[in-house]
C-alpha cells in the first residue's frame, strides 16, 4: 500500500522541540489560513454523517476571542488556575490554547467524574472558578452542583463555537520565548481515581515539545517513526478518545506541529464503536487513535463490512491495551503500515 504524500522530515528553518502551541497556531494561521485542523461530525446526523470544518485561520481567531474573553473575566489574577468541562468539540484546544496565551494553567476535569473526585481535584489544584459548554446539557447541571458545595466557586459557561469564528479579534499576543515558558504548567490532567481520589498531573510546555522532538530521532535505515511520520500534514486522523485526556493533548500537539487533520465524532454521541464505524463509512480516514473496544468493533466483527472503507488506512494507535497480536488485526494487517499501542489509563 503507498502512502499519499512525503514523510515530514525536519528542516533548519523550524526549531523542533523549542516552539509553543499557541506561537505554531498563529504561525500556520498565517502561512496556510486555509488548513483544515479538524473536522467534526454534526450533531443529528447519526448515523449518515455530515461534517464541519475548522481551518487554521477560524482556530486562530476563536483563540484569539477567548483569550480576550478570559483576560475580561480573570483580569485580577493572571495565574489564577481555572478548569473546564465541556462538550467533546474543538472548543477544548480553543480553551488551552487561550488559557496558555492569557497564562492561566487549565484542569481539565472529566464531566464522567463523580462530584465527589471532581470537588477533590478543584481543591487539590488551587481552583475556585470552573468554565463549562453545554448549557442545557448535564454538563451545567455538573457545574452548577459543584458550585453549590464549594463556597466561593465561580462558574461560568463559554461561548459557542460558532461565536468564537464569527467575531473578528485583534491578535492577542504571546510573545515568550521557550526558555522563559517551558517551565509554565498550562495543563492539569488527573489520574484515574481507581486509587482513590484522582489526583492532578500537571503538563508543562516542555512536555508537550517532547511530541515535536520526535521527528529529530535518528532512524536505522529502512525504518520509519511511526507517531510522527505517519501523523503528516493533511492526514486524516480519528480520535476515539475524550479530549480531556492526554490522547487529546498529543493530538493537539500534531496536528499544530505537523499540520495533520483530527476528525471528532457528534458531540450528542460519546465515542463509541457506533460513532467509530459511522466515521469509517463517511471519510476516507489515514489512521485510527482510539481505545481496544473501538478497534475491535471496526476490525473485528464489522471488519468485512468496513473493509472497502479502509483502503487509505495505514496507522493505528491504540490506548490502554494491546493490539499487535488481536485477531482483528490480524485479519486486515495489509493495510496498515504501523501499529502503535499505547498503555494509559482513560477515565
Not at 497556531?25 to 489560513?33: R, W
Not at 468541562?85 to 467524574?113: C, E, V
Not at 520565548?177 to 489526583?199: I, M, R, W, Y
Not at 505517519?230 to 498529543?250: E, T
Amino acid at each position: 500500500m503507498g502512502l499519499q504524500s512525503p514523510f515530514y522530515r525536519p528542516t533548519k528553518s523550524v526549531d523542533h522541540g523549542k516552539r509553543l502551541l499557541p506561537q505554531a497556531l498563529d504561525k500556520l494561521a498565517a502561512e496556510d489560513p486555509e488548513h483544515v485542523i479538524g473536522i467534526i461530525a454534526n450533531p443529528g446526523t447519526m448515523p449518515n454523517l455530515s461534517f464541519t470544518s475548522l481551518t487554521s485561520s477560524q482556530m486562530a481567531n476563536a483563540v484569539n476571542f477567548t483569550s480576550h474573553w478570559l483576560r475580561e473575566l480573570l483580569d485580577k489574577d493572571s495565574y489564577e488556575t481555572i478548569a473546564f468541562i465541556g462538550l467533546q468539540d474543538f472548543r477544548y484546544w480553543i480553551i488551552i490554547l487561550a488559557a496558555m496565551k492569557t497564562g492561566h494553567p487549565i484542569l481539565l476535569a472529566s464531566p464522567r467524574n463523580a462530584i465527589v473526585n471532581n470537588i477533590s481535584l478543584l481543591n487539590a489544584a488551587n481552583c475556585n472558578r470552573v468554565l463549562y459548554s453545554g448549557g442545557g446539557s448535564p454538563l451545567k447541571g455538573h457545574a452548577k452542583d459543584l458550585q453549590s458545595i464549594i463556597s466561593g466557586l465561580h462558574i461560568h459557561e463559554v461561548p459557542r463555537l460558532e461565536q468564537m469564528i464569527a467575531i473578528r479579534s485583534a491578535l492577542y499576543p504571546y510573545n515568550k520565548t521557550f526558555e522563559e515558558a517551558k517551565k509554565d504548567t498550562v495543563v492539569v490532567l488527573h489520574t484515574s481515581g481507581s486509587t482513590g481520589h484522582p489526583k492532578p498531573i500537571r503538563i508543562n510546555n516542555a512536555f508537550l515539545s517532547r511530541i515535536d522532538l520526535d521527528i529529530l530521532a535518528p532512524l536505522p535505515s529502512g525504518t520509519m517513526l511511526a507517531g510522527v511520520t505517519l501523523s503528516r500534514r493533511k492526514r486524516l486522523n480519528y480520535l476515539g478518545a475524550p479530549l480531556f485526556h492526554m490522547s487529546g493533548q498529543y493530538m493537539l500537539a500534531l496536528s499544530l506541529f505537523f499540520e495533520n487533520t483530527t476528525v471528532l465524532g457528534p458531540v450528542d454521541h460519546i465515542p463509541s464503536a457506533e460513532v467509530a464505524c459511522a466515521i469509517v463509512r463517511s471519510l476516507k480516514l489515514n489512521s485510527i487513535t482510539s481505545v481496544p473496544f473501538i478497534h475491535q468493533a471496526i476490525f473485528g466483527a464489522r471488519g468485512d463490512e468496513l473493509r472497502t472503507h479502509l483502503d487509505e488506512l495505514d496507522h493505528i494507535c491504540s490506548f490502554g491495551g494491546m493490539l499487535l497480536n488481536h485477531p482483528c488485526i490480524k485479519r486486515l494487517a495489509h493495510h496498515f503500515r504501523t501499529i502503535v499501542t499505547v498503555n494509559s489509563e482513560l477515565d
